[in-house]
């Protein structure tokens, strides 16, 4: 079993003194989860991938700057006045979400920030304008001689109630699917681990799984970290399921059941990756059953963001080249909208 780390307070989450009143409740709570693609400060800590090792010379703290504002850019424009809740993946270190929400997302209430050391060369982080707290870190251990990512694990109070929402960057499939699912499903059976009590205790607890899950989640590859619902009899079980139809979402025997929604291709891209000349999704979000009914809140639209500044002329990323000082991220940003039940904002 994983080991389960609590991160005192003062390394994992931090208030901002002197402005932390709740925002005025609204009619609405935005989730964007956007891997941003290694984004690295300007300072040598040996630690970088030389691509961004400012003591290489192939990056600076002016190249910083540039991929901040990039990176803000998009975050503004996917959701009218930013996301409620911000899931950034492959941040260097936590004092990123310091320089982006006191700097090109300032006044945006940004209190609650979420980053960890350690652990990997880069990792996730997290803003949100409500608090976040009930914070756990865990080790999902190592593939071959390199770390995995720890899963964050947190509480937001949303204006429709309190969410337990599970932070993650799976592992990569660039060395081949086949050969690095294993992590994955490692990776999954941890959170499994992590949500089955919550649900056995209540089949309606909220939750929210979300992040670069680097799968497709066919579950082709056995066993599969993300398979779809319901499973072939003859084949090995999955860790998680998903569905795309909201009413199958829930708990059936030992397994458990998330909704999964497509973003609106309308809205959008159908997917937030292109590889190999087609759409791919390994950014998911993944709702428990009492994230659906009687949440207090209503999932009304799936979609990636800011296709019009991310996207080129067929929609696909624009990812950042440091030798041009251009571009975005090769990720599209995923968001959901839900809209608050009447009588449950406070």
Known sequence: MSLRLIIALALAIFQVAGGCALPQRGESWTVMSWNVQNLFDGIDDNTEYPEFDPGSGNWSERLYLRRLDRTAEVIRNSVRGAADLLILQELEKPEILDDLADGHLRNMGYYWRLGIPGHSITRCGVLS?????????VDCGFYNSRPLRPILSFIVDAPGGAIRVFALHWKSPNSGRAITESARFNEASIVKDMVEPLLLQNQL???????????????????????????????????LFRSEMREEAGLSGDDIIFFDPNPNPELGAPGTYWYRNNWNRPDR????????????????????????????????PKRWYSDKEEGYSDHLPLVLEFRVQEGTAR
């Not at 304008?129 to 870190?137: A, D, G, K, L, N």
């Not at 979300?210 to 066993?223: E, R, S, V, Y």
């Not at 993944?286 to 019009?308: F, H, Q, W, Y």
């Open 205 to 239: 607890a909220r939750i929210l799984i979300i992040g670069d899950l680097n799968t497709p989640g066919d579950g082709q590859i056995k066993p599969a970290a993300l398979a779809p619902w319901p499973p072939n009899p003859n084949d090995p079980r999955a860790a």
């Open 129 to 137: 304008r409500y608090p976040i707290h009930s914070i756990e870190v």
């Open 285 to 316: 979000a993944l709702l428990s059953k009492g994230l659906i009914d009687n949440s207090g809140l209503v999932l009304e639209l799936c979609r990636t963001g800011a296709p019009e500044i991310i996207g080129d002329a067929l929609g696909r």
